[in-house]
């Protein structure tokens, strides 16, 4: 079973707009789901928090004080679909900065739940 970290959107799941990161992302790596190809065990959940500085040293900690590397990283959907958009950065690029410090791979989105 793969390991995976979750990057959630912070703004997104504090303000109310649907999804404060309860269940969604969990059940489709459980249920491998969505963009999860097989049921994955999530070993870390990092939120993000604007202008998203802290994603990759949060992650890094998360991996060091778990001593569990993710397989594979997930940023959410609300990060990579939510509206308003993020104003500091695509997921794309965010995506490349955290692959080029992690050497992880990174998902973009998680689910296609409503
Ligand atoms: S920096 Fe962007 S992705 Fe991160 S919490 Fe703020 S709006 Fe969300």
Known sequence: MKKVAVVGC???MESGYGCPGEWRCLKAAALGEGTFDEP???VSFVTCECPGRAVVPNLGMAAKLSEMKPDKIYFSTCLTKGQPACPYF???ELAKIVQD???VQVTLGTHDYH
């Open 10 to 12: 912070g703004t997104y």
């Open 40 to 42: 994955s065990t999530v």
């Open 90 to 92: 695509t997921p794309e």
């Open 101 to 103: 410090k992690t050497g």
